[in-house]
């Protein structure tokens, strides 16, 4: 069952679609439409267990190599590198 409010900061959590993105390692993978609830106050999204359970298989074959993604440009640096 869903949460009805968020548990940051308990805001109202609507149906939307969202990104998730995780860095494994040197790598990140940015899986993108995904079907959540999402807070309308601070943006933190929630998953069924049924987009959870998805959401672990794509990271089974992204850790076995088996799974085939488009390159995705990004940029990192460090807080501490940028000065104000």
């Not at 995904?34 to 074959?61: F, L, Q, R, T």
């Amino acid at each position: 069952m869903m949460p009805d409010s968020c548990s940051f900061c308990k805001g109202k959590l609507v149906k939307g679609k969202t990104e998730f993105v995780v860095r494994v390692e040197n790598e990140i993978l940015a899986i993108k439409d995904v079907s959540a609830y999402i807070c309308e106050e601070c943006g933190e999204a929630y998953y069924s267990p049924e987009i959870s359970e998805k959401i672990d298989n794509i990271m089974k074959k992204f850790h076995n190599s088996t799974l085939l993604v488009h390159p995705l440009a990004a940029g990192e640096l460090s807080l501490e590198d940028v000065t104000a």
